[in-house]
């Protein structure tokens, strides 16, 4: 009953900007936690960011210091926003959540970046 929907991807050259957004709707009591997850063909998915219900974010290692999740709870939204980017950056970017400590994901939404 719960739908995350996606919203941002594209393609950008190496060193610019994209800003990711998830939409959770449907039958939502709590929002847990939210976050991002990519994956490249060959490799598993792999954490890029999350943030729980009292605002403590954690990043990969290879994302700090250019990306940033943040949430408007009010909208059941998360956000990515990308800076920097890096052809290492490319790939399927999947929004999570755990409502009602129930886990959910989106379909997932490319991002590919040039060099």
């Known amino acids: 009953q719960v739908q995350l929907v996606e919203s941002g991807g594209g393609l950008v050259q190496a060193g610019g900007s994209l800003r990711l957004s998830c939409a959770a709707s449907?039958?939502?009591?709590?929002?847990?936690?939210m976050g991002w997850y990519r994956q490249v063909p060959g490799k598993q998915r792999e954490l890029v960011a999350d943030i729980i219900s009292g605002g403590t974010t954690n990043y990969a290692d290879s994302v700090k210091g250019r990306f940033t999740i943040s949430r408007d709870n009010g909208k059941n939204t998360v956000y990515l926003q990308m800076n920097s980017l890096k052809p290492e950056d490319t790939a399927v970017y999947y929004c999570?959540?755990?409502?009602?400590?129930?886990?959910?994901w989106g379909q997932g939404t490319q991002v590919t970046v040039s060099s």
């Open positions: 999570t959540s755990v409502i009602s400590n129930r886990g959910y």
């Open positions: 449907g039958s939502i009591f709590s929002i847990n936690a």
